[in-house]
Nanobody, 127 residues
Framework: QVQLVESGGGLVQAGNSLTLSCAASGRTFSMYVMGWFRQAPGKERQFVAAISWSGGRPYYADSVKGRFTISRDNAKNTVYLQMNSLKPEDTAVYYC????????????????????WGQGTQLTVSS
């Protein structure tokens, strides 16, 4: 089992930046793909970003590409989501997810690929 705890959400103004963190505990963290998803009110959960165990060549949704950066620190069992130039449409509950994996590909944009999920952290971006 892997436990995930997100933190760092809050209320920010449009154009500002914020970093989310996700701390993992339990099984070996380093051989897992880590992903961020979000769910806005009344909408389905959608993929945001994913990163392989090595941290190389992250994968992003088009809606956040160039504004968000995913990174991980395997020594701290933590994955981060740096969010810049935030927009009101970024408002959502952000979820961290993980699953065993070695090679990152576009399949990891599918939430069904992930075995373990955090409880989510709310981000609200005001205009």
């Amino acid at each position: 089992q892997v436990q995930l705890v997100e933190s760092g959400g809050g209320l920010v103004q449009a154009g500002n930046s914020l970093t989310l963190s996700c701390a993992a505990s339990g099984r070996t963290f380093s051989m897992y793909v880590m992903g961020w998803f979000r769910q806005a009110p009344g909408k389905e959960r959608q993929f945001v970003a994913a990163i392989s165990w090595s941290g190389g060549r992250p994968y992003y949704a088009d809606s956040v590409k160039g504004r968000f950066t995913i990174s991980r620190d395997n020594a701290k069992n933590t994955v981060y989501l740096q969010m810049n130039s935030l927009k009101p449409e970024d408002t959502a509950v952000y979820y961290c997810a993980t699953t065993p994996g070695f090679v990152l590909d576009s399949n990891y944009a599918n939430e069904g690929k992930y075995r373990f999920w955090g409880q989510g952290t709310q981000l609200t971006v005001s205009s």
